[in-house]
């Protein structure tokens, strides 16, 4: 086995060398399931710290640290830890003996998730256990086959036996690990590594363990996009929903500051609240025919938005949904469109020009709050002198057929 030299993702690895009988074989079973790894092949006892090791740690993704009496001891693994911990690396503590940290390090360490190898029945468990960390996913390649059951299974019994998960918890886990092996063994190809990270309930998407992707296609069997179910994917770029995705559950792809490109299915009913709340690297965004609801703050801060299209069939938008879309230069707003709420496009800076398609429209007094360059709305010919509450006095009203 050797350290991984390339540009994507790695793990460094920092431990002691005493214990390198017990660290390079969990070594080389993470590299075979597809993580990338450095470690420091030896250093002479009583040489200083290499600069190579100290730039190691700086490219890092992520770090384990092997926690050993011998690595607590070592002055090179105080050094790792302390320049990933300042660098604001994410460390995952892998306890190989129940020793207490020193020199600091459990001020350093005391938020880091841990893993304790005498929780678990052996060696294959406790590794399996690293390999499942959610934290690490960014530095494993894309997997070709579903985690195996059984496996998942021993590690949620262990995680029950530790007190970290009540029987209820490990029965709804176990349940869940059950429908993705079945959906997985049904599913088509492409499908498989997407599957491979979901934890699924029903033909609902309950939560994604994020792999380092940039293009994810939902596989055809998820209707539902579940709450916070992508929640923070900030390497995600292009996100495929044409497969029949029917409903788009409360912050599911929030915060997913990379994603620049989405293709929405055109059976998508519903979006939740605060949906795509951050998501600044969209351009255009096309919601499509048949949705019917854009909920509260679904797009707020979506600052990278420059063309918005809205499907025929949307009968409502919800409080703050486009709000701070401050790139937006035109509005169409669709015939058949019963309500703007609350503050929809508060703050919207750019908009110009606004097309209102339906005299039935209701919009709310605060709906175009703060769209401050706003200076032509057209609305049917129909409306007559009826006030357009929601809308700044100083714009010009034409209206046409």
């Not at 390339?6 to 993470?30: C, M, Q, W």
């Not at 500051?257 to 690297?281: I, M, N, P, R, W």
Request: glycine letters at 8%; proline letters at 3%.
């Amino acid at each position: 086995m050797t350290p991984y030299k390339g540009n994507e993702n790695y793990i460094f690895i920092s431990y002691a060398h005493k214990d390198s009988a017990r660290v390079l074989p969990i070594l080389e079973t993470l590299a075979a399931e597809g993580f990338r790894i450095w470690f420091d092949e030896g250093i002479e006892v009583g040489s200083e710290w290499p600069a190579f090791v100290a730039a190691r740690v700086r490219g890092c993704a992520r770090m384990i640290y092997f926690v050993t009496e011998a690595s607590v001891d070592s002055k090179n693994c105080r050094n790792e830890v302390n320049l990933a911990y300042t660098k604001d690396k994410e460390i995952l503590v892998a306890y190989l003996d129940r020793v207490e940290l020193k020199h600091g390090m459990d001020l350093q360490l005391g938020t880091s998730q841990a893993v304790f190898r005498d929780k678990y029945s052996g060696d294959d468990a406790f590794v399996r256990s690293l390999a499942r960390a959610e934290l690490l996913q960014v530095c494993r390649e894309t997997p070709s086959s579903a985690p195996a059951y059984a496996d998942l299974v021993e590690m949620a019994a262990a995680s029950t036996a530790s007190g970290h998960m009540t029987l209820e918890q490990l029965k709804g886990y176990i349940e869940s690990i059950q429908e993705v092996q079945k959906l997985f063994d049904e599913a088509e190809e492409e499908d498989r590594e997407t599957l491979a990270h979901c934890e699924m309930k029903g033909d609902v998407l309950v939560k994604f363990r994020f792999f380092g992707k940039e293009e994810i296609r939902i596989p055809a069997s998820v209707r539902v996009i579940g709450k916070e179910a992508f929640r923070g994917c900030r390497q995600l770029r292009r996100l495929d929903l044409t497969t029949g995705v029917e409903e788009i559950g409360d912050w599911a792809f929030a915060n997913c500051t990379g994603l620049a490109e989405v293709d929405f299915a055109q059976g998508l009913k519903k979006l939740g609240a605060s949906a795509f709340y951050g998501c600044h690297g969209i351009t255009r965004l096309a919601l499509p025919q048949g949705l019917e609801t854009v909920g509260k703050c679904a797009f707020t801060d979506c600052t990278g938005v420059t063309e918005l299209t809205l499907p025929q069939d949307l009968h409502s938008i919800g409080a703050a949904a486009f709000m701070r879309c401050s790139r937006l230069t035109r509005l169409s707003l669709p015939r058949g469109l019963r309500e703007v709420a609350k503050d929809a496009f508060y703050g919207c800076e750019g908009i110009e020009d606004i097309l209102i398609a339906d005299i039935g429209t209701k919009l709310d007094p605060r709906a175009f709050f703060g769209c401050k360059n706003l200076m032509r709305i057209s609305v049917p010919r129909s409306w007559g002198k009826q006030p357009l509450f929601g809308l700044p006095a100083y714009a010009l009203v034409h209206r046409e057929d």
